[in-house]
C-alpha cells in the first residue's frame, strides 16, 4: 500500500511539474517573448522566431520555425505589416487552427495602440511605406502596456482558469512601467528637443516619448540604402544643427554614418531595438535601461 | 383651407421664432461655460501628469479583396546559334490572387500572360490554382487544384525567384519549360521528428506539357512522393536533403519512372542577412522510361550552383550542368553558367546571364539573357 501511494506521490509531481510551462507559445520578436514571460510566469514556455539582433522585416522562413508553431497554443505578432514578409507563410504551414488569424491562439499586439505615421494613401515611389502605420511601436514603453494587454488576454482567452493570475502579473507589470518610465523619463530630460539622426525610421515612438527630434534619416527613403546625395545632405544638416548623434540598429552596417562620422565629427551609437540586441539586454526593461543609458551618455 | 400667409402672419411668426432661438442659445452659452471650465481643469491636470497617450489614428487598408500582385519578366537574348539571333520580349505576366477563404481554407491563384516562343503569341493561362487546407488534424495538410509538384527545389519555386534566368539542362529535359506543374491533390505530413521532416504524397492527373510525362485518354495517375528533411546547423547555417519519387504513364502508352535527390546548404548570417549570403545547392535525377516491351531508356542528370551574395544588392550565381537525353544517355549535355543579379529593391531586379553548352554529337553554342522583373502590388515569401 505505501508503495501505491509513493508512486501516486511521485506521478503527481510529474504531472504538476509537467504543467509548469505548460502553455505553448511563440512569437514572432524577442521583446514579445520577454513581455509574455511576464505575464505568463511559470504558466508558459516561449520561444521566439526573429532574435533582437536581427531586422524584424526580413526574417528567413526557416521551415524549422514551422515545428514550434505547429505545437504552439499560443500565437503573439507584433502585427501591422512588420512580419508579412515571413510570418503568414509560417503560420499557413503550421497546420496549427488554433493560432490561425481569427482564433483564440491569435494575439496581434498592436491591437489598441495609437498609430503614428498611419499614411493616407500607399506609393512604394516613397520607399517602404507601412500601410497601417509605423509598426515600431514597442519602442514606446507606454506601449508595452497595450501590448502586456494583449497579450494577457491572450492567455486568459485559453487558460481561463488562471485569469487572476495573469491579472495580478498584468498589472505588477504596468506599476513597473510607470516607476521605470519616471527614472528613464527623468534621465532624458536634460536631453529634451536634442536633434539626432537615425539609420531607418524606426524610432518614431521612442522620439516621441522622450522628445527627441529626428532631423533626418540614413536612408533617402525607408528600405532604400544610403546614396551618396543623400549623405551630402546628412553632413550639411549635421553641422548646420551641431547634432552630436547618428542612431542606428545591429543589423545596419556603419559604412555610411562612417563617413558622416569622418566628415563632421559627429559620433555613431548603435542602440537596441529589441531584447537581446546585446547580450545585457535580457527584459524588456533592460531594452531602455539600456537606450537611455547609452544615449545620454553621448549626448551629454 | 386657406394656406396663404400675408405679411402681418409673417412678423410675428419671425418675432416668436427669434425669441425661442435665442432663449435657447442663452440656455447653451450658459451650459458651455460650465463645461468649457471642467474640460479646462481636465487638460491642465492632463498637463502636469504628462501622461501623453499618441493620438488613436484610423487603420487603412481594411478590405475583404484577395492580395492581389503582379510580376512581370521582360527579357532580351542572344543565342549564337540558328537564324535568329537577338530577341526581346515580355516573357511573361503574372497575377496573383492570395487569401484565406474561411478558417478552414486558404486559396493561392497565379494566372499567367506568356509568350509562346513558337508562334511568339501571348495566351493566358492558369499556372497554379490551389486550396490549402489550415486545420486538418494530425499535421497533415491537403492542397487541392493546380500547382507545381513537389520535386525537389526548382520544380516547386516560380521561375523568378531563382537566382539565374534559363533553367538547367536536366531539369527541362525530364520537365520541360515549365516544369511538373499539374491538377490533382497533394497530402502532407509533418513527421514528428525534431528535426523539420515532411513527408508529402501528390496524385495529379497527369503531365499537360511534360517531356517525361503524358496525359492520355485513359485513367492514369501520375504518383509523386516527396521526403523533405531541413536541419539547422547553426544560427546561420542551414541543410536541406529532400527524396523525390514519381511515376506516371508517358507518351509511349507506358511508364517513367523519376528518381531525385535535391541538397541545398545554406549561409545567412542573423545579423546581416540581407547583406551577405551564401547558397550552395544540387539536385541529381535518374530516369527509368520504358517506351515498349523491348525498348527501354535509362539516364541521368545534374545542376549544382553556387550562389553568392556579395553586397547588399549583388548577387553572383555560377552553375554547372550536366544532363543526357532521356531517350538517348549518350547524347550529353554540359553547361557552364554565371549570372550576377541587382537588386534595386524587394521589388525590383536586373539580372545578366551568360551560358555555354557543349553537346557530344554536335557543335556547342552560347547564350546571354538579360531579365529584368518587376513587382506591382503584393508579393508573399518564398521558400526558404
Known amino acids: 500500500m505505501k508503495k501505491i501511494i509513493s508512486i501516486f506521490s511521485l506521478l503527481l509531481i510529474i504531472i504538476s511539474g509537467a504543467n509548469a510551462g505548460s502553455i505553448k507559445v511563440v512569437t514572432t520578436t524577442m521583446d ?76 496581434d499586439a498592436s491591437e489598441g495602440v495609437g498609430l503614428l505615421q498611419v499614411p493616407s494613401s500607399v506609393n512604394r515611389g516613397e520607399g517602404d511605406i507601412h500601410i497601417y502605420g509605423n509598426p515600431h511601436y514597442w519602442l514606446d514603453p507606454l506601449n508595452g502596456k497595450v501590448i502586456a494587454r494583449n497579450i494577457a488576454s491572450g492567455l486568459e482567452r485559453i487558460d481561463p482558469a488562471n ?56 536612408e533617402p527613403k525607408p528600405g532604400i540604402p544610403p546614396s551618396p546625395s543623400q549623405l551630402v545632405k546628412v553632413i550639411k544638416e549635421v553641422t548646420a544643427n551641431k547634432i552630436k548623434v547618428i542612431i542606428s540598429s545591429p543589423y545596419f552596417t556603419t559604412s555610411s554614418s562612417d563617413v558622416v562620422a569622418k566628415q563632421t565629427g559627429v559620433k555613431e551609437l548603435t542602440l537596441a531595438t529589441s531584447v537581446g540586441a546585446f547580450s545585457s539586454i535580457k527584459n524588456y526593461f533592460d531594452l531602455f535601461d539600456y537606450d537611455v543609458d547609452q544615449l545620454t551618455a553621448v549626448l551629454k | 383651407m386657406n394656406l396663404q400667409f400675408g405679411p402681418k402672419k409673417i412678423i410675428p411668426v419671425i418675432v416668436l421664432l427669434s425669441a425661442i432661438i435665442f432663449s435657447n442659445k442663452t440656455v447653451a452659452q450658459t451650459d458651455s461655460t460650465a463645461t468649457d471650465s471642467v474640460l ?26 484577395p492580395d492581389i500582385g503582379v510580376v512581370a519578366d521582360f527579357r532580351a537574348s542572344y543565342i549564337s546559334q540558328g537564324k535568329k539571333n537577338f530577341d526581346a520580349y515580355l516573357n511573361e505576366t503574372e497575377i496573383s490572387f492570395q487569401s484565406v477563404v474561411d478558417p478552414y481554407i486558404r486559396a493561392d491563384f497565379f494566372l499567367t500572360f ?49 537566382p539565374f534566368i534559363d533553367l538547367p539542362n536536366a531539369f527541362v529535359n525530364y520537365f520541360g519549360e515549365e516544369g511538373l506543374n499539374d491538377e490533382g491533390a497533394s497530402l502532407s505530413w509533418l513527421l514528428p ?36 528533411n531541413f536541419f539547422t546547423l547553426s544560427d546561420n547555417t542551414t541543410l536541406e536533403f529532400g527524396l523525390s519519387g514519381i511515376t506516371g504513364p508517358n507518351d509511349s502508352s507506358s511508364t517513367t519512372n523519376i528518381g531525385a535527390i535535391d541538397l541545398t546548404y545554406k549561409w545567412k548570417p542573423v545579423q546581416l542577412n540581407t547583406y551577405k549570403s551564401l547558397t550552395w545547392q544540387s539536385e541529381f535525377f535518374y530516369s527509368n522510361a520504358k517506351y515498349s516491351a523491348n525498348k527501354m531508356s535509362n539516364s541521368f542528370g545534374l545542376y549544382s550552383f553556387l550562389e553568392y551574395q556579395i553586397a547588399k544588392r549583388w548577387f553572383l550565381t555560377g552553375r554547372y550542368d550536366y544532363a543526357q537525353k532521356p531517350y538517348n544517355k549518350n547524347i550529353v549535355e554540359q553547361a557552364y553558367s554565371l549570372s550576377a543579379g541587382w537588386l534595386a529593391t524587394e521589388f525590383q531586379k536586373i539580372e545578366f546571364e551568360g551560358k555555354v553548352t557543349n553537346v557530344n554529337i554536335q557543335s556547342g553554342f552560347n547564350q546571354f539573357w538579360l531579365r529584368w522583373i518587376f513587382v506591382i502590388g503584393a508579393h508573399g515569401a518564398h521558400q526558404y
Open chain 2, 40 to 65: 479646462l481643469k481636465q487638460i491642465e491636470q492632463q498637463m502636469q501628469t504628462n501622461t501623453e497617450v499618441a493620438p488613436q489614428q484610423t487603420r487603412s487598408g481594411i478590405s475583404s479583396n
Open chain 1, 32 to 107: 514579445m517573448k520577454s513581455i509574455t514571460e511576464m505575464i505568463g510566469g511559470n504558466k508558459v514556455s516561449v520561444q521566439t522566431i526573429a532574435t533582437g539582433y536581427q531586422n524584424p522585416h526580413f526574417v528567413d522562413p526557416k521551415p524549422s520555425y514551422i515545428i514550434s508553431l505547429s505545437n504552439a497554443d499560443l500565437f503573439v505578432t507584433v502585427g501591422l505589416d512588420l512580419e508579412t514578409g515571413w510570418s503568414p507563410q509560417l503560420l499557413s504551414s503550421s497546420r496549427n487552427s488554433k493560432i490561425q488569424k481569427g482564433s483564440p491562439g491569435y494575439v
Open chain 1, 163 to 218: 485569469k487572476d493570475f495573469y491579472e495580478a502579473n498584468l498589472h505588477a507589470f504596468f506599476a513597473k512601467i510607470d516607476l521605470k518610465l519616471k527614472e528613464w523619463d527623468a534621465k532624458m530630460a536634460p536631453f529634451k528637443g536634442s536633434k539626432i539622426i537615425a539609420y531607418h525610421n524606426e524610432w518614431v515612438y521612442f522620439e516621441r516619448r522622450f522628445g527627441l527630434q529626428i532631423v533626418d534619416f540614413m
Open chain 2, 193 to 228: 521528428t525534431k528535426f523539420y521532416s515532411e513527408l508529402i504524397f501528390q496524385a495529379t492527373s497527369g503531365a499537360s506539357e511534360s517531356p517525361s510525362f503524358y496525359r492520355g485518354d485513359n485513367n492514369r495517375f501520375i504518383y509523386l512522393g516527396h521526403l523533405k
Open chain 2, 114 to 162: 506568356g509568350r509562346d516562343p513558337v508562334t511568339n503569341k501571348y495566351g493566358a493561362a492558369v499556372e497554379e490554382g490551389y486550396l490549402t487546407t489550415l486545420s486538418l488534424p494530425a499535421k497533415l495538410q491537403l492542397k487541392v487544384g493546380k500547382f507545381r509538384e513537389a520535386v525537389g527545389r526548382i520544380n516547386p519555386t516560380h521561375p523568378h525567384a531563382l
